[in-house]
């Protein structure tokens, strides 16, 4: 009877303060970034930081849900799950809403769902149970092609609905894909595949076929053994060129004209300085706005409710992508970094635990639980503060939203329940 | 090692996050500033700038509304031709000239505001009013100027102009296009004058909107009215002196013995105050600074440092007496001059041998000669004689800054041994080098406002009260430094003496031509030498006529000093301008209106053009008096007609 107490309350507790730490210090972020006026009431629901108050209460409620069932339902029904998911997201073609020009909400009376939300987890779980099926060997191209398949379907959909930033976080499965075996090879060509287009935008295409050049020569001379012959280095210089070039295209024409400035002034591919700068301040008005909040700070912050330029909603969008910027105003750079090192413990917690577990399920699962919340880390706080470019993604836990919110909710209490189970596991 | 890629991603990401932050917020990040935060609009409410009334209550400086065009550079929007034009046409610049002044601001500063256009007219306002809020980054800022309702005294009065950014890095409450004085009492009183301007922060939001005070307005605070202030000016006596002043340059000095208050202080050529008031200011100003001839900014009241000549030998007499080394009736013979070794210091004909009455009046130098060398000699070495000369001299207010409130001064000086041992050598030197003293030419260098001070301190029979323009603050006292008289190194039954001999110089000296009757004048007359380097050569120009007074005898209510430029002897202008001060502050009207007219008809601008000509030229006794012509002599006694009464 005792063993069975203590079973049922082996939840990982540093994982839930972390995660209760950030919830927290989001809502106070939100109530300060969406209040309009004095705040007469906390549960005010005709404000945000109402209406966000009640998501978090809900997320108490889907915890104890999630929590309660058999920690096998989820490796079990995780196909299931999975294909909900994708109906779900398919169904938005027909039922969807627009908002903002992005077609990716249900709506049901007053409340919007935003399925890609919970399509993350499904696709986290679905990958786990692939992965971990015993005739599964990530080495082989036929799995690499269904695990592929399971990633970029709702990818896919998601992309075709407008919404690329969520798109985006699809690639974190890389991370779990190497883990569970994929070749180095993968790394090697997709970090060469990013530096050649990086090349190809910034120095054009004869600079770019003269460094790849370069690097196939040194590589050839070093490798003593096992030369391949001069026509496969010749092949891929070709396709190290093809891929610039198509990188050029692609960005001259196949993007959107926003997103191409995005890439412009991220790269800074204007020459004129001072094209450059009217081009930033008319595209990048919420970054320009962003960094001057951050910056504004200082090292202790103007203090809670205080920030001048969040009282006056000089950020667009600061409740919700750009939540972190209240952050660097009203709590400097000492509430900053502690905002950074409370999602660097969270992911390296979830990665210590998920290398732990006794079944692959649970340990993939819990990396792809790492490797998406690192994404949405990354890419959200680096363009907050102007290191990346702009691309749409909340802040988990942080971000204003009932799906943002519950969808990572589910997304790590589905792998503290996993966790929690691992002593029955063999 | 699989493992490791995302543990060690993770753990890069964090550090560049957190390096990334330490550089927006601690490395490039400022201390913050609410004067710089551009979320929060700073409106400034100016206090009205106090008042300026003359002594008698006469206002003589008030303030018209101004409104000037700000720009916040960072906040401007960059519009289109069409646009642009439009807001061009309404400031009246041109297209060039916009966006000249917007790169000036902008190199100022991005976020803080900078003057646009300033002092629009009213109807450009009214128009302008209405279409401000179309473009972002301007705004219109009203401010207080200056309204002179008089046009002399620009030389007292002072005037206000744009701060300039030395000013404002020294004192931060000065904003960038706010006023300061510049010059006279503005400058002085600035503080007093200014008031204190209130603030209010004001929350915007992005679309440059308001949206409530900030922090509920705690910062906010109330403008505090400036004070108004009564100077000592009699503006009646003031453009009376101005009057007399025209067509010639110099300085008129008047002071109470009994206050220290200055009564006048003309300085010409003057220039009317109006013109540095508005859009023209720094236009006017240009031309008047650049003046370098006329110097009609150089106050020559305050600034210019002469040979005092004569005048200065009452001082000699009273040092002389109250050292003990003459009496009153010890005489000194005078054979047209003063010898000593095989040099000669010249004079005049007249009554030989003199005692000091007689030396005062027909002022000879033979007699001052001798009382001088007394003076030094009395003590074992001309250093030592020197030196206690010189603390008598000082006691005076001569030698140094008399640490007014007048904006500007000179210290003038007054040699003591160290002068000389800088010049001659240590124990190189005796007391005929310095004979020239006795007589005021010498070493010895004073502005007319310690020529007038002098003249209270011996009217007064031994003390003097610093010379001050402030007579009444509102709701507050004058510094105490101006109402403590300030006592000479000579007693006053030393006085009585000198006095009878400058009274003595109305009655039968040198003035007995400037007699006023009914009031009892003392007076000295002088000259003093002058030169000028045309072409590379010195030039001696046609003297300095010099004059000191005070009047009545006893219970003197004005002293003063008058120096015309090129004037040549004492009484011919500057003795005739004292007297007819003299009797227009004492009496109100003018008896003596042959002096008047002398003086208003005779121009010296032939004179003053000598230099310029090229020409040779004579001077003193080969100069002749230009009159003016008849209808610009009208024009100069209807003015006078025109002085209103206070």
Redesign the interface.
Known sequence: MLRENQRRFKFDWITIILFLLLVGFGYLNILSASHVGEITSYFDTSQLYGKHLIFIGLTFVLIVFILSFEAKFYERFASIIYLVAILALMGLFIFGKDVNGARSWYGIGSMTIQPSEFAKFATALAVAKYISDLQTNMQTLKDQIRVAAIIFTPAILILLQNDAGSTIVYLAFFFVFYREGLQQVYLIVAVSLILIAVLALKFGILTTAIVTLLALLIRYFFRKKKRASILQYVLVLLIAVGFGYGVKLFYQHGLKAHQQNRITIFLRLEKDPIKLEQMRKREAYNLIQSEQAISSGGLTGKGFLEGTRTTGKFVPEQHTDYIFSTVGEEWGFLGSSVVVVLFVLLIIRILYLAETQKSQFSRVYGYGVASILFVHFTINIGMVMGLIPTVGIPLPFFSYGGSGLWGFTVLLFIFVKLDSNKINEW | M??L???T???L??L???A???Y???Y?????N?FE?S??RKEYNYPKRGYVYDRNGKLLVANQPSYDVMVIPREVE?MDSLKLNEFCKLLKITKEKYLRKLEKATNYSPRLSSPFVQQLSKTDYAVLQEKMRKYDGFYIQKRSLRSYQTTIGANVLGDIGEVNRAIIAKKPYYKLGDLIGKQGVEKTYENILRGVKGIKFI????FNKN??P??NGTFDTLPKPGKDITITIDAQLQAYGELLMTNKRGGIVAIEPSSGEILAMVSGPSYNPNLLVGRDRSKNFNKLYRDSIAKPLFDRGLQAMYPPGSPFKTLNALVALQESVVTTEERFSCAMGYRYGNRKMGCHAHRSPANMNIGIYESCNAYFANVYRRIIDKYDSPAEGMDNWSRHIKSFGLGNYLNNDLSVGQPGKVPTAETYNEGYGKNRWYTTFTISNAIGQGEVLATPIQLANMAAAIGNRGYYYTPHIIKEIEGDTIPLKFTTPKYTTIDKRHFEPVVQGMFDVYNKGTANMLQVKGIEICGKTGTAENFAIIDSVKTQLTDHSIFVAFAPKDNPKIALAVFVENGYFGSRFAGRMASLMIEYYLKGEITRTDMENFVLRYSLEHEYQKPFSGEPFGINRQTTLEAIDEKAFQKLLKLKAEIPKS
Do not use: P
Not at chain 2, 28 to 32: F, I, K, L, R, V
Not at chain 2, 203 to 206: F, G, H, I, N, S
């Open positions: 699989r493992k890629l995302l543990l991603t993770v753990i990401v964090g560049v996050f957190i990334r932050l330490f927006l917020q601690v490039g990040g400022y201390e913050y609410i935060d979320a929060i960059t929350q915007k939001d992005r949206i409530g900030y922090k």
